[in-house]
Nanobody
């Protein structure tokens, strides 16, 4: 079992920055991939970025060059640093932790970018 808690969301003006945190607890030694997803009102949940246990990263085209995913192993925490935020980045951001074959989700954190 893995427990996932996101934090760091909020309201920011366009062009601003936020850092989201994803804290994992439980059987964290078996984590394969941690990913950030987001879901805007009326839209499907979409993948934003992932970080594998080996350090490989993936970014959606819409956030490349603006978002960075990183981790602090000592804190069992993964971060999503977001710069140059746009109104279209407004969504609930979710962290998913994969411990094959299961996936665990957090409750989400709201990010609102005003124009």
């Amino acid at each position: 079992q893995v427990q996932v808690v996101e934090s760091g969301g909020g309201l920011v003006q366009a062009g601003g920055s936020l850092r989201l945190s994803c804290a994992a607890s439980g059987t964290t030694s078996s984590i394969n991939i941690i990913g950030w997803y987001r879901q805007a009102p009326g839209k499907q949940r979409e993948l934003v970025a992932t970080l594998s246990s080996g350090g490989s990263t993936y970014y959606a085209d819409s956030v490349k060059g603006r978002f960075t995913i990183s981790r602090d192993n000592a804190k069992n925490t993964v971060y999503l640093q977001m710069h140059s935020l746009k109104p279209e980045d407004t969504a609930v951001y979710y962290c998913q932790v994969q411990v094959a074959p299961w996936a665990y989700w957090g409750q989400g954190t709201q990010v609102t970018v005003s124009s």
